[in-house]
């Protein structure tokens, strides 16, 4: 019999799927009846098929909701709202976990929270990602924070962006995004990314971070 204890020595990191947790339980007769005492006992918990965290009694600290979201759907990296909030651009805190990838449009809802995913094409996905390190040899992926904010600009089509003006107004009313953290906004990544799409909205984005961002960093 395969105590928590013993699990938690066989399996150190908060997050896991069902190939490490069978691995782990590889010496019992039965490890899937195993796997549904410790899901009814909550030493476990189901973030969905085949992807688990440990429950609150076994947990040795907190788990990674960025890297479940790119676990639950991928290939994926964690963008618009949640990223802008995580770097600090926007003031509220983003509870539904927002990501981006080359698949299809997605939505999940866990116990973990909801988790969603917003479909581009394969040339755009590419471009503006960084890879965070958690610990324990884990990590996620991002968007920079150059793409958290063009992929913002690009995925609110309803805004009616036509002028450095309008887009001011967007990002500093619409988004309340702080004018500093603007300012320090790289015009080359836009750049880079603005190839990969041909949005007219995103010049715009260049030419605004490239001129007015200068004036506004001193506001």
């Known amino acids: 019999m395969t105590t928590i204890e013993e699990l938690r020595g066989q399996i150190p990191q908060e997050e896991f799927d069902y190939q490490i947790l069978m691995y782990s339980l590889r010496n019992l007769a039965r490890p ?9 006992s909550g030493s476990i918990i189901r973030v969905k098929k085949g992807l688990y965290i ?3 009694a076994s947990s040795r600290g907190p788990y990674s909701r960025e890297l479940l979201s790119n676990l639950i759907y991928g290939p994926s990296y964690i963008s618009l709202e949640y990223a802008l909030s ?7 805190r983003a509870e539904t976990v927002t990501s981006v990838t080359c ?3 997605r939505a999940f809802t866990t116990p973990v ?4 995913y917003w479909a581009v094409p394969l040339d755009y996905y590419r471009v503006g ?7 324990e040899k884990r990590s996620f992926l991002i968007a920079t924070r150059e793409k958290a904010l063009t992929d913002k600009i690009l995925r609110d089509r309803g805004n009616s962006v036509r002028s450095v003006q309008d887009l ?3 990002l500093l009313d619409d988004l309340r995004i702080d004018p500093g953290a603007l300012s320090q906004l790289s015009p080359q990544r836009i ?15 260049i030419a605004f971070v490239g001129g007015k961002g200068d004036r506004l960093s001193h506001e």
């Open 113 to 116: 929270g909801r988790f969603t």
């Open 191 to 205: 750049k880079e990314i603005s190839r990969c799409s041909r949005s007219r909205k995103l010049r715009l984005l």
């Open 129 to 135: 990602i960084d890879l965070i390190e958690v610990g």
């Open 32 to 40: 899937r009846d195993k796997v549904s005492a410790l899901l009814k």
């Open 86 to 92: 995580y770097y600090g651009l926007i003031p509220e």
């Open 103 to 105: 698949g299809k449009d």
């Open 168 to 170: 001011e107004v967007y």
């Open 54 to 56: 440990f429950g609150p």
